[in-house]
């Protein structure tokens, strides 16, 4: 079976990009425009990893990240946040995915190697952490 992806991004534009290149790559997508609804979604069904988007409508990227760290059943999961926001907001995200564990960053408008490479090691991380914790 496949990774399910969920990318949490309120644009559509980046939000169909992100699933074009994951579906063409063999992931599962499924899509929240807000971190409430993509709360929601995790707690229902969690993913294999989100993409998560900075800026988001209500809550931000960073606060559900936070609490998807605080809670027991979402702690290991592999998060990549993206950011197309100016210098600033892009050294706030690699220096949140640095010290938060299971958490890498992609900036929007790289390459989708780049978004795949990233997409990769959080899978690669969060198994590792899930069979490690197991048994």
């Known amino acids: 079976m496949s990774a399910m992806i969920l990318v949490v ?3 559509p534009i980046p ?3 992100f699933r074009a290149i994951l579906e063409q790559h063999g992931y599962g997508v499924q899509s929240a425009p807000d971190a409430e609804t993509a709360m929601d979604m995790v707690a229902l069904d969690p993913p294999s990893l989100l993409l998560l ?3 988001l409508p209500g809550i931000d990227g960073i606060e559900l990240l936070h609490r998807l ?3 027991p059943r979402t702690e290991d999961l592999g998060v990549v946040l993206t950011s197309g926001g ?3 907001l892009r050294r706030a995200a690699q220096a949140e995915a640095a010290r ?3 958490t890498w960053f992609v900036e929007k408008g790289a390459s989708s190697d780049a978004l795949l490479d990233a997409v990769a090691q ?3 991380g969060a198994s ?3 069979e490690a914790g197991a048994g």
Do not use: C, F
């Open 100 to 102: 938060t564990p299971q």
């Open 53 to 55: 988007d900075l800026i």
């Open 128 to 130: 590792r952490r899930n």
């Open 9 to 11: 991004e309120d644009d």
């Open 122 to 124: 959080a899978l690669r």
């Open 15 to 17: 939000a169909a990009m």
């Open 69 to 71: 760290r605080e809670d």
């Open 86 to 88: 100016g210098q600033g």
